[in-house]
């Protein structure tokens, strides 16, 4: 069976497994958010760690593992280029701080639905958004048996996204599963093609911290269409919105009620002129509701 190898290890970040264990505990414990039984998935960004590894945390750090037994990752495509989602061809995922298995199960039972795709082992292993999960998923999930289900969303159209969730939603309904959603928000500068500035709001990073506010603010209120029209009114470069998108119409679609909270937003620098640039992170946690 196929394995695909940490292939940003090394690069985007340590391959060290003491000097990754370490880094991640450091931010987990630095996040002072506790685990909660009631964690159905996360949005967590996917830049080096030296970037967003700590504001990644402020995810991950609230995930009870002693209920889930299984993983669902949804990362968007960067350089594979596809109007679908995709599964990959792999069993497991290595990371320099163990292995995690593939639910074939699950995998066959989405491929069954005749709506996904299979990407190869090195569009796979070219892709980073699920890759800078691995790492945290296989700290918190340390001494645990868990499975994940790796999902490569597209390029997908309004219709596509609601299909996507209308399928998947029955698993965020059962308690031992969890998502984990990959997205980094603004990527703003002449270098990403995108310069949006509202003077009203003040310096650009202001303004940058305004439009991803806007995003964020209409992410936690669920709904699908709202964040589709102002994707469509700002373009802002948020690169997960599909998966983003795809998530928000299961949370339309599943049995369950849950609420997306944020609770960490940072900026890999301050834009103060049109000559700089910068990437914005932002986390969330999305909880049962209380009755």
């Known amino acids: 069976m196929a394995c ?33 039984s009631n964690v159905r998935a996360v949005i967590a960004p996917h830049a080096g760690y030296s970037y967003s590894g700590r504001c990644a945390a402020f995810a991950f750090a609230n995930i009870d593992p002693q209920q889930i037994s299984r993983v669902f990752l949804l990362g968007p495509s960067h350089h594979y280029n ?8 792999a069993s497991i995922y290595k990371t320099p701080l163990g292995d ?14 005749g709506k996904f ?8 292993e070219a892709e980073h958004s699920m890759e800078m999960h691995l790492p945290y998923l296989a700290k918190v999930f340390k001494g645990y048996v868990l499975k994940i289900v790796p999902i490569l969303v597209g390029n997908c159209t309004t219709e596509t996204e609601a299909m996507y969730g209308r399928l998947l939603a029955k698993y ?4 031992s599963n969890i998502f984990s959603v990959s997205s980094d928000f ?41 964040f589709r029209y102002y994707l469509h009114e700002y373009e802002n ?24 909270k944020f609770v960490q937003y940072e900026q890999s620098s301050n834009c103060k ?19």
């Open 4 to 36: 695909r190898k940490a292939h940003h290890a090394g690069s985007w970040y340590t391959d060290d497994a003491v000097v990754l264990g370490e880094e991640l505990d450091k931010w987990l414990q630095a996040s002072g958010l506790h685990k909660s």
């Open 82 to 89: 596809t109007r679908k989602c995709a599964l990959s061809t």
């Open 100 to 113: 995690l298995p593939i639910d074939l199960e699950v995998y066959q039972e989405l491929r069954a639905t």
């Open 117 to 124: 795709e299979v990407m190869n082992l090195s569009v796979d």
């Open 172 to 175: 965020i309904d059962d308690p």
């Open 186 to 226: 603004c990527h703003w500068g002449q270098r990403f093609s995108y310069t949006y500035y509202d003077k009203k709001c003040g310096p650009i990073y202001k303004s940058i911290e305004a439009l991803d506010q806007k995003g964020i603010d209409i992410i936690e209120s669920g709904d699908p269409d709202a």
């Open 237 to 260: 470069t948020i690169c997960g919105r599909h998966p983003i998108g795809v998530f928000l119409n299961m949370l339309k679609h599943c049995m369950t009620r849950l609420r997306i």
């Open 273 to 291: 002129s049109m000559r700089d640039s910068s990437v914005s992170y932002a986390s969330a946690v999305v909880t049962v509701e209380e009755e």
